[in-house]
């Protein structure tokens, strides 16, 4: 509605190991996630009630998502992104998406979805996707969410710099022994847990970051 004042957080919202990885061993751009690291997202496709209605309400509060150069590279991969896989397939409308990225790219393959390459950091990349949010929040008279969805370095960054104030983390009953880890050389922050949410797939944590 017209003038309607609108609330946009931003949430850090990613999957992670028992051990705190994630990804598995050895990830690369043909394989994002590593070796054994499709574990961590099976909850994202469990049929269990709740799992479906915890992607359900994240996706459809998303306005804008921002993710690091090398997630890009892999969603944007020939193995990455369609239209059955993909941020939110299936449940809401495609969100504009910013990617921190040292250059932009040559080519996008996925030249459907609304891309923002910022080449000036973190905060320049969340301010971007804050506008985006913001803009999608006020057509559709409902708050609206900046999401980090990873890797890793753009999470911890974000978390370092003050700029999230959620962090949903997904915990994914297995043990990665390797890979990448989420919080190692984070800068120590206070937590308050605001809910937690366990299923047969992942137990889904949610905290205010202080």
Sequence with gaps: MPGQTTRTRVVADISVSVDGYVTGPDPSPESGLGTGGDALHTWAFSEDP??????????????????GRRLFDTVDGPGGWNEDVGYGAGEVGKPAFVVVTGAPPESVRLKNLDWTFVTTGITDAVAAARAHAEAAAQAAGRDL??????????????????????????LAPVLLGGGTPLFTGAVPR???????????????????VG
Excluded at 146 to 170: E, Q, Y
């Design 50 to 67: 709740d799992d479906r209605r915890m992607l359900s309400e994240a996706t459809a509060r998303s306005g804008a998502v921002v993710m």
């Design 145 to 170: 969410d900046v999401v980090l969805m990873g890797g890793a370095a753009t999470i911890r960054s974000a978390l370092d710099a003050g700029l999230v104030d959620v962090l949903s983390l997904h």
């Design 190 to 208: 206070p937590l308050v847990r605001l809910s937690v949410l366990a299923t047969s797939t992942a137990t889904h944590l949610t905290y205010d």
